[in-house]
């Protein structure tokens, strides 16, 4: 919880000044001087609860809620994107006082933010962006903030991992996740920078497969990849689940291939301290979700003012050396 509230700081100091406005791009809402006593209503607009990642951002978010005297109106999408584009209308028609989206797709997230804004709730997004292919340095004016994991230093944890894994160069082998998801990208680009700035020809990356983001998967792609590549010395799989499906397929195929992963979930962690993974990225969601009441709160009551912005939580690299400074949260 130390560390929780450390992070909370952080964050709400982090960020610029920003004015609010009505429907005016600003995100919406107007933030009268009594809205300091006021008792608020926010609506959550999750992706996706039976996946224990959202699950923990609602956690986090209504124990943040109830500390600062919050309601939350928890609704989740389970992956539907036109159900969520529904309850989006739902918050807007009950009035609620402010809405943190967890966007599903963020083409059709734009134009939910589009509507909050024009009936004057701000919104703000939380694990997700706004807008299709837009820079996420550069968030959509109607939000009030982004609250993220940087998936592009992540990726570049990642990397500098694997150069200590793999210290001599050799083959290496990418686990994407399922087709379609900008992560496929984002946490791939600055792991391929860090082993291209090793030195040209050291890494060799042999292979990319999908793993569609479930150790089944992650398994099965390692499985292909090992039959043709027996030599792979080092396979990232850019999440825990198909890190550690690949695991299964490394023991199996009696290879030596170190694997690295992303979440700092509960079975990442596990793997680490079992040896079966050589390193992840910890993500943090129940410190998110909290982290994203708080802003909004402080947005409500006149604390947080001005153009969007972006913020970063800490996604610290973790191996078996410091697996103890992440406990998963999902």
């Known amino acids: 919880m130390a560390a929780s509230v450390t992070l909370l700081v952080a964050a ?82 009950r009035r609620v006082d402010a809405i943190l989206l967890s966007p599903l797709s963020p083409g059709p997230a734009q134009a939910l933010v589009d509507q909050s804004d024009a009936a004057g709730i701000p919104i703000a997004t939380v694990h997700g962006y706004v807008g299709a292919d837009r820079d996420v340095n550069d968030p959509y004016q109607k939000l009030k903030f982004v609250l993220d994991e940087n998936e592009k230093a992540a990726g570049g944890t990642a990397g500098q991992m694997a150069l200590k894994a793999l210290p001599g160069g050799g083959k290496v082998a990418v686990i994407t996740g399922a087709a379609g998801f900008v992560e496929n990208n984002t946490r791939v680009v600055d792991f391929k920078a860090a082993l291209t700035g090793a030195g040209a020809g050291k890494y060799q990356i042999v292979a990319t497969q999908p793993g569609n983001w479930t150790k089944q998967d992650g398994q099965s792609a390692c499985q292909n990849i090992l039959a043709s590549n027996p ?22 195929a009696g290879s ?75």
């Open 12 to 93: 709400t100091a982090a960020c610029t000044v920003q004015t609010t406005g009505s429907g005016s791009g600003n995100g919406g809402g107007s933030t009268p001087a009594a809205a300091k006593d006021k008792t608020f209503t926010i609506g959550l607009a999750n992706q996706q609860e039976s996946v224990t990642f959202p699950a923990a951002i609602a956690k986090g978010a209504k124990a943040k809620a109830a500390q600062l005297g919050v309601k939350i109106v928890d609704l989740d999408s389970q992956g539907d994107t036109a159900k969520q584009a529904s309850q989006v209308q739902d918050l807007i028609a």
């Open 256 to 330: 030596h291939a170190k694997i690295l992963g992303v979440g700092g979930s509960q079975s990442g962690i596990a793997g680490i301290k079992s040896g079966d993974l050589y390193g992840t990225v910890c993500y943090k969601p129940y410190d998110e979700g909290a982290m994203a009441v708080q802003m909004m709160h402080d947005a409500l009551t006149g604390k947080l003012t001005g153009p969007p912005k972006t913020t970063f939580y800490d996604t610290p690299g973790i191996t078996a050396a410091n697996a103890s400074d992440c406990t998963p949260q999902w």
């Open 231 to 252: 030599g792979i010395g080092l396979f990232y799989a850019i999440s825990d689940d198909m890190a550690v499906g690949c695991a299964s397929a490394v023991k199996s």
